[in-house]
């Protein structure tokens, strides 16, 4: 069964780091493009950072210049290095990818909880 199993969330300080992965487990060929979403209690998911098939990177102005995401082709994963962590990013994460079966198909992960508070 092919499926994003995420996993490095919890409770950081204020200022704190978290570094979120997303691994593709399954039989898949390539991850392609990419992305990071949030939601917090009581709004809608919204988009954090994405990375092109090529690499290039976009992000939401609220995380610009605080969060990096990556990619490990090898070991089809990705990663959301998050640091300089606000309470306002309190919300569960989301990853989004697209992984190569033949085809590219879009899969979502189950999210992991990120709570910064003091």
């Known amino acids: 069964q092919v499926q994003l199993v995420e996993s490095g969330g919890g409770l950081v300080q204020p200022g704190g780091s978290l570094r979120l992965s997303c691994a593709a487990s399954?039989?898949?060929?390539?991850?392609?493009?990419t992305a990071w979403y949030r939601q917090a209690p009581g709004k809608q998911r919204e988009f954090v950072a994405a990375?092109?098939?090529?690499?290039?990177?976009d992000y939401a102005d609220s995380v610009k210049g605080r969060f990096t995401i990556s990619r490990d082709n090898a070991k089809n994963t990705v990663y959301l290095q998050m640091n300089s962590l606000k309470p306002p990013d309190t919300a569960v994460y989301y990853c989004?990818?697209?992984?190569?079966?033949?085809?590219?198909?879009?899969?979502w992960g189950q999210g992991t909880q990120v709570t910064v508070s003091s």
């Open positions: 989004n990818a697209e992984l190569l079966r033949g085809v590219w198909e879009d899969y």
């Open positions: 399954g039989s898949i060929s390539s991850i392609g493009a």
């Open positions: 990375m092109s098939r090529s690499g290039n990177t």
